[in-house]
């Protein structure tokens, strides 16, 4: 059902108030073509435009929703526009780190912070999902944005996937699950309780290829819009915030069947 909106003792319909205000707003140049308005037809004229929208502010209103609607639009096309486009960039770039099943037909990207309280909170249904469907490979992106000890963290999981692959998942969990800060005595700590070599992680950590994956990240991820974590990348759709093992699921089955 239409809204409706009085104006003159006649009610007009939504698209008679938009054609209303548009023929108000073409006038002045309607009347330039022809002659200027004079001083005072420009007064009446602008005070007419005035008093129809004091009286009538729901047309504002309804104007700014349906533009922010539109923008919201446009922002998705392009956003999935730009997923389409990067193709290996989401799934096959060998910086970026893939658990799960690497072969699996189905990819959930994950864009997070490991200082991120949300991304700690949905560790452990992004867990459960992955050991319960062995079609999904997850891919890691490190995105740090939370502070030098964000990037700290990212380095020593980026050079753990450089030197040890076999051994990126679970160090990944266990920087995640853990609370408190990300100081370099705690990566260290978590490193030696897997029995990695801390003098060979501190040392590629330095490697300059994690400077160009972690850059390469932050530029991918503002051409998606992201800028929080999590984010999620699911069968093409992204998906901004923290989600729960319910959403996962079902976004993943829209993925299988589309």
């Not at 990212?154 to 050079?159: P, T």
Request: some cysteine; proline content about 4%.
């Amino acid at each position: 059902m239409l809204k409706h909106h009085r104006i003159a003792g006649v009610f007009l319909s939504a698209w008679s108030v938009s054609a209303l205000v548009l023929s108000l707003l073409l006038l002045p140049a309607q009347a330039q073509s022809a002659e200027p308005l004079n001083d005072d037809e420009k007064r009446q004229f602008e005070e007419m435009i005035h008093d129809y929208l004091m009286e009538n502010p729901e047309v504002m209103l309804q104007s700014i929703q349906a533009y922010r609607e539109k923008q919201a639009q446009a922002e998705q096309e392009r956003v999935n526009a730009a997923i389409a486009s990067l193709g290996d960039v989401l799934g096959d770039d060998l910086k970026t780190p893939v658990g799960g099943n690497p072969e699996g037909s189905i990819t959930i990207v994950e864009f997070f912070d490991y200082q991120c309280g949300y991304c700690k909170r949905v560790l452990s249904d992004v867990t459960e999902l992955v050991s319960s469907d062995q079609n999904i490979r997850l891919v890691f992106k490190e995105f740090p944005i939370l502070g030098e000890e964000s990037i700290l963290a990212s380095r020593a999981s980026l050079a753990i996937w450089n030197t040890w692959p076999e051994r990126y998942e679970e160090f990944h969990v266990a920087l995640m699950g853990g609370r408190g800060s990300m100081s370099n005595a705690r990566i260290m700590e978590t490193a030696a309780s897997f029995d990695l070599d801390v003098n060979i992680l501190a040392e590629a950590m330095n490697d300059p290829k994690i400077d160009i994956a972690l850059q390469e990240n932050y530029e991918l991820a503002k051409s998606l819009g992201i800028n929080g974590t999590p984010a999620f990348i699911i069968g093409g759709e992204l998906i901004p915030g923290a989600i729960d093992l319910a959403t996962m699921r079902e976004l993943v089955e829209k993925a299988a069947q589309g």
